[in-house]
Nanobody
Framework: QVQLVESGGGLVQPGGSLTLSCTAS????????TGWFRQAPGKEREFVSV????????YYADSVKGRFTISRDNAKNTVYLQMNSLKPEDTAVYFC?????????????????????WGQGTQVTVSS
């Protein structure tokens, strides 16, 4: 059974930085894209970023482009989300997700249904 475990969340001041980590276990060798969604209080869950298995293709939501960087280390089964210049509106629970890189992936990577596995989430709070 695949498990995704997030870490690195916490409280940070506006303008600060945090790095989230997501480590996968129990997955048979296959090409999985891994990424992040987030859900702020009272709002719907939204796509943040995703990286393909090769690490070459990366997608970002417009709201985080230029501030967040996603990367992966397949030897460690870990994906990272470096978050810089954090804003109060980045406050949310961040969920790690992964899904197979089917031909449809590149059209539907923003959709929750594209991803097979979800982590439990880690809280990120941006406040002074």
């Amino acid at each position: 059974q695949v498990q995704l475990v997030e870490s690195g969340g916490g409280l940070v001041q506006p303008g600060g930085s945090l790095t989230l980590s997501c480590t996968a276990s129990g997955r048979t060798p296959s090409r999985y894209a891994t990424g992040w969604f987030r859900q702020a209080p009272g709002k719907e869950r939204e796509f943040v970023s995703v990286v393909t298995w090769s690490g070459i293709t990366k997608y970002y939501a417009d709201s985080v482009k230029g501030r967040f960087t996603i990367s992966r280390d397949n030897a460690k089964n870990t994906v990272y989300l470096q978050m810089n210049s954090l804003k109060p509106e980045d406050t949310a629970v961040y969920f790690c997700v992964d899904g197979r890189e089917t031909p449809d992936f590149y059209s539907y990577y923003r959709r929750e249904g594209t991803y097979e596995h979800w982590g439990q989430g880690t809280q990120v709070t941006v406040s002074s």
